[in-house]
Each structure stands twice: as structure tokens, then as C-alpha cells.
């Protein structure tokens, strides 16, 4: 439902359980709003409520009880990771760090009271209010294939039970089965992830399955770290794969979930696996606080995150369209502590440094196999601009592999304490 503000202000009229702000109640303690508990708002919610030392009161508006990473979830399809790994909680961010976490959805944002409304009820006023919801599916962009589907064509790109779907049927496959990935347009949430899935889904069926073929239908002429996978495809998969652009197929015209076929310009392909990951855009409270241009993403002011359209709000990850950064777990970390950063400097009037942001994506393409690509990033007045980059080299030694394989296993442990304490 799309809750516009004419709704927005009768439906908090009349609620009762109106959360005055700090200044109606005589606090001074100034208020922030998290909205997703995810890479982003879970690193902001903690980097705030730490480095401000309390002065700043922070709450975290999310709906699950356990964040399940999209990120290593391909590593879970693989068998290298198990799914139970990638579960966290948020216990220590209220322990240890005082912040009131609210396990519900955020339903409206109405930008001129500077309140949130969520579904149970409850509006929240805030001081400034941070939003990190990750990425929505653009409605229609695979005919025949919307969220009721996701039960027989899986996306996968939102994890936990999604993830455990696909790789049960994966694991499922039928002797010499076809596996079918519809791979999404630019932009969209880790690059090189459809590419790192179709590895692990040919490591499980090289042992279980090796006649099965994988076919990925792609609207795209050429996709991130292309060269490693189609040299470690050839190498550790040979004959399984076929990449296939839509200048040769004409593009996926429509799926039909209940029959499992996918319909191109001149053949029908019939699948046994069909991973559909439609095109996608910010999340939907984004849309709906009307935050996004007409490409439905949420352009940001590149040193702050604060949304180009409000300024009390700062929009951090996936959602965001800034420049020279990939929609990564990584990034909406680094970019939540630039916005950290200058929360606490509005709010409690703390010491601000010119941001430097980071990112690196590193995907598993056989066992001990790792490849990665990054790079660091300033803010100008206009985006987040890339400074430099590296990326994996074709033919490296297993070693420099394996290490770069441990080098990301680091990076996940890293990364949650950091999320979530
Ligand atoms: P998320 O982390 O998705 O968090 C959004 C949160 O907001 C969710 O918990 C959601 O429940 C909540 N939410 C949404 N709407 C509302 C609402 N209305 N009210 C309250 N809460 C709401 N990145 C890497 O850096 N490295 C990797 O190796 C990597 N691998 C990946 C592999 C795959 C298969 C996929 C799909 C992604 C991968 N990523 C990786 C990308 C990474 O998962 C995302 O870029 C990252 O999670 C984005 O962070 P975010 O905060 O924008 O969104």
C-alpha cells in the first residue's frame, strides 16, 4: 500500500501511541531513527550511539529478530559456509550499546513533522532520521514473475529462507537437469553476485550432478570480474556454463513459474532451477518518503549521505545512487560511518574529517579459490568518486588464491562485529 502524506498525518492523528520528541517531553538528548537493521543501518545505529557516548539517543526500527547476510550467502549455496552462520541478532546493540531496538516495519515517513510511522502503530518522532532499506524489485521487469512467485523461482537476493530455497533445489536437481539464472540490468546490489552464485551452484553439481548444464540469460553485454569467471569456469566447470546475452536470445520475455519455462524470442527453455533476479531499485519506505529520482533510486550529498532532497535524512546503501560505489555490504558500512560522522557533528556539535570511503568484493569461484576486486573513494561536491582500484589477475597462483579466499573470510568476521557489536 502506498501511504502518502495526506494519509500519513490523519492515520497519526489518531494514534495513540504518539513517541513525543525529546523536546516535548523536556529530554535534551537529541533523536535519531535508524529504518534496517542491514549493513548500513545496523553499522550506523552502533557507530552512532558509540562515538556519541549516549548524548545522542538512538533507536533501530527493524522487522526481523535476525539479519540473515545477503553477503556469503552464496558461500551457504556452495556448502562452504552453513546458513546458520549468517544469522545475527541484535542483543548487543541494545546491551551494549543503549540502543532501543524495535523489531517492526517503518510504514511512512512524514518528512514536515519529522515523524515514522510503523506498522504496529507507533509514530517516532526523530532529529534525524537515517535510512537504510536496501534494494526493492522494479515491479514487472521479468513478465510473469512478481514476489508470489519466489517460492518456485527463487531470487535469492534478500537473505535467509530465499537463500535456503535455492539451494535446496538446487541439491534437488533432477540427474542432468538445467539450472537457469535471469540475471538483472545495471544497477543492482553486488555485481559480481549472479556470477559468484553460478560457481557455487556448479561446485555442488559438478559433484552431485555433472551433466546438469547452467544457463545464464543476461540482459547485460558484460558483467563485473568477467574475465576470472570465464577463465575459472573454463578451467573448473568446462562445458557446464553458457553465458548468454539477450543480443543473442532476444532477451527473456516472459517465465511462467507454474509450468518452469522461460520464454525467449525464438525457444522456450523448460527449467528444472530457474533463478529469477529481476531488476531492482531503493527500498520501498525510500519511495515512499519520495526520496527517489526518476530512475528509483535516492540521490545522496556525497560527503554526508544526507538525501539531495531532505536534509535531515541520510540514505546509506543499496538505496542510494552516488556515484563510483557498488551496491555492497562494504560500501553501505563505509558510507554509515561518514554519516555517523556527521550526525554527531549537527547533533552534538562533534569534530568532523573529510570521509574517505573503501570497498572491496571479493567472490569464491571454486574451492580455496578466491578473486577480488576494490577500491578507496572521496567525496566531491558531485559524487563519491573513485581515487583507485585493483582487481584479481588472470592466471594467479593457488596461493595468492587461497589467501585471498581467507582474506574474505576475515573480512565477514570483521564486518558483523562491526555491525552489530
Ligand atoms: P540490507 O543489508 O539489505 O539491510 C536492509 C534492512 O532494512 C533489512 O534488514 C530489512 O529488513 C530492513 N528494512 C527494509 N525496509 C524496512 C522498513 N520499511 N522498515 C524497517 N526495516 C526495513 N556485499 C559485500 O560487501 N560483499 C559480498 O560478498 C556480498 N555478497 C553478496 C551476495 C549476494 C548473493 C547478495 C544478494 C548480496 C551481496 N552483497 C555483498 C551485497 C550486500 O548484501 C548489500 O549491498 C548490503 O546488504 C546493503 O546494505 P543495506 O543496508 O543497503 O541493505
Known amino acids: 500500500m502506498i501511504i502518502n502524506r495526506r494519509h500519513f498525518i490523519g492515520a497519526a492523528a489518531a494514534s495513540a501511541a504518539l513517541l513525543s520528541s525529546p523536546a516535548v517531553l523536556g529530554k535534551t538528548r537529541p533523536r535519531v531513527v535508524v529504518v534496517g537493521g542491514g549493513a548500513g543501518g545496523a553499522t550506523a545505529a552502533r557507530y552512532i550511539a558509540k562515538d556519541s557516548k549516549g548524548a545522542i539517543d538512538v533507536i533501530l526500527v527493524e522487522p526481523t529478530r535476525h539479519y540473515y547476510s545477503c553477503f556469503f550467502s552464496n558461500l551457504a549455496i556452495g556448502g562452504f559456509q552453513p546458513l546458520?552462520?549468517?544469522?545475527?541478532?541484535?542483543?548487543k546493540l541494545a546491551s551494549d550499546y543503549g540502543i532501543n531496538v524495535v523489531h517492526d516495519w517503518v510504514t511512512a515517513v512524514d518528512r514536515d513533522a519529522k515523524t515514522v510511522r510503523l506498522a504496529g502503530g507507533s509514530v517516532l518522532s526523530y532529529d534525524r532520521l537515517v535510512l537504510s532499506p536496501g534494494i526493492d524489485f522494479v515491479e514487472g521487469a521479468v513478465p510473469g514473475w512478481d514476489v508470489t512467485a519466489q517460492t518456485k523461482m527463487p531470487h535469492a537476493y534478500k537473505g535467509g529462507t530465499q537463500t535456503a530455497l535455492l539451494k535446496a533445489q538446487v541439491e534437488a536437481m533432477p540427474e542432468g537437469g538445467t539450472y537457469v539464472t535471469v540475471a538483472p540490468p545495471n544497477p543492482y546490489r553486488c555485481p559480481p553476485g549472479p556470477y559468484e552464485r553460478v560457481s557455487m551452484v556448479a561446485h555442488i553439481l559438478k559433484q552431485r550432478n555433472p551433466t546438469a548444464k547452467i544457463l545464464i540469460l543476461d540482459p547485460k553485454e558484460k558483467f563485473s570480474k568477467q574475465g576470472l569467471f570465464m577463465?575459472?569456469?573454463?578451467?573448473?566447470?568446462?562445458?557446464?556454463?553458457d553465458w548468454l546475452t539477450s543480443d543473442f536470445t532476444g532477451g527473456v520475455q516472459r517465465v511462467d513459474p507454474n509450468t518452469m519455462e522461460v520464454v525467449l524470442e525464438d525457444e522456450i527453455i523448460k527449467a528444472d532451477v530457474c533463478n529469477v533476479i529481476p531488476a531492482?531499485?531503493?527500498?520501498?519506505?525510500?519511495?515512499?518518503?519520495?526520496?527517489?529520482?526518476?530512475?528509483?533510486?535516492?540521490?545522496i550529498v556525497p560527503a554526508t549521505l544526507q538525501s539531495r532532497f531532505d536534509e535531515n535524512i541520510h540514505v546509506l546503501g543499496d538505496s542510494t545512487v552516488n556515484g563510483d560505489m557498488p551496491k555492497s555490504a562494504y560500501a553501505a558500512n563505509s558510507q554509515a560511518k561518514a554519516a555517523s560522522m556527521a550526525i554527531r557533528a549537527a547533533l552534538i556539535g562533534s569534530r568532523t574529517f573529510k570521509p574517505r570511503f573503501s570497498n572491496t568484493c571479493w567472490s569464491l569461484i571454486s574451492p580455496d579459490n578466491g578473486v577480488k576486486v576494490g577500491a578507496t573513494y572521496v567525496a566531491t561536491d558531485e559524487k563519491i568518486a573513485k581515487v583507485d582500484g585493483f582487481i584479481s589477475q588472470n592466471?594467479?597462483?593457488?596461493g595468492l588464491r587461497k589467501r585471498t579466499y581467507e582474506e574474505s573470510l576475515?573480512?565477514?568476521t570483521g564486518m558483523a562485529r562491526d555491525m552489530f557489536g
Not at 546458520?84 to 542483543?91: A, F, N, P, T, W
Open 84 to 91: 546458520s552462520k549468517l544469522g545475527h541478532s541484535y542483543g
Open 410 to 412: 576475515g573480512w565477514y
Open 395 to 398: 592466471h594467479e597462483d593457488a
Open 280 to 299: 531492482m531499485r531503493a527500498g520501498r519506505i525510500v519511495q515512499q518518503a519520495d526520496l527517489t529520482n526518476e530512475d528509483g533510486w535516492c540521490p
Open 231 to 241: 577463465e575459472g569456469w573454463e578451467d573448473y566447470y568446462p562445458g557446464m556454463i
